[in-house]
């Protein structure tokens, strides 16, 4: 029983492997980790680059601020029912510096760009379902056990300038900094210089310009009407 216990095992392991082989982009995964990282690093492959993932701009760095483990960030997998798997593709657009702190999934339809100057740090166990931006100039800062839904928009800044009457700009780009295990559900759209504390939701199709230092609540809204909808509430995976 034991020897048959672990040819099943065996088995089970190889088609595992097979399953994922048909879903990752083999020659994009090495030439994306021997490119970010050094040799003892690279060959353990932290980064696994699933297909239709376009790797746009591959400049800045990596830091990997955690045990690397094999596959313990994914780029483009599938995970969202109602995605075009067609024609729905990944964006990595990274000339500035990502620091990443643990397990990671960037979904299918996912861009990613980064400047420059800018620092993109993810927390432990992101997650992005689908379908989603995250654009960085500045400084976009996550914490641990974060999940975002499909259809975000974040960036933290607004490209064009805006200028008083000195010609001073009064619209310069400002960090975004989400707390530990924060949900921002579908269709939302986070700009620059916000906050969000801890263990928040940040309910479906809201447009958050301003900071929420409470915890434990419901968020949502739009602009200045951007508040604390439901106080005393947690949330699950």
């Known amino acids: 029983m034991g020897a ?4 099943l095992y065996k088995t089970a392991a190889v088609n595992s492997v097979v399953k994922l082989f048909k879903k990752v982009d083999l020659l994009k995964t090495v030439y994306f980790n021997f490119h970010y990282f050094p040799f003892k690093v690279a060959v ?4 696994f680059i699933y297909k239709r993932s376009e790797l746009y701009l591959m400049k800045g760095k990596i830091i990997i601020d955690a045990p690397v483990k094999t596959g313990m960030v994914k780029l483009g997998p599938h995970g969202l029912g109602t995605q075009d798997l067609l024609y729905s593709r990944t964006m990595w657009q990274v000339a500035g510096t990502l620091v990443v702190k643990g397990k990671t999934n960037i979904g ?8 420059k100057e800018a620092v993109l740090t993810l927390g432990k166990d992101f997650q992005i379902t689908g379908n989603s931006e995250i654009i960085c100039q500045k400084e976009i800062t996550f914490g641990n056990d974060c999940l975002l ?14 200028v008083n009457e000195g010609g ?7 960090p975004i900094s989400i707390g530990n295990h924060v949900w921002i559900g579908c ?6 210089g916000v906050t ?7 309910s479906a199709n809201s447009t958050v310009t301003r900071s929420i230092d409470e915890s434990n609540c419901v968020i949502g809204g739009h602009g200045k009407t951007v508040g604390v909808i439901k106080r005393g509430v947690g949330w699950r995976h």
Do not use: Y
């Open 4 to 7: 048959l216990r672990t040819g």
């Open 196 to 202: 969000i504390a801890d263990n928040n939701v940040v």
């Open 168 to 174: 001073e700009i009064i619209n310069a780009p400002m």
């Open 108 to 115: 299918r339809g996912c861009k990613i760009s980064v400047g």
């Open 149 to 162: 839904s499909w259809d975000i928009l974040m960036m933290d800044t607004d490209f064009h300038q805006i």
């Open 187 to 192: 269709r939302n759209t986070i700009l620059k």
């Open 44 to 47: 353990r492959m932290p980064f």
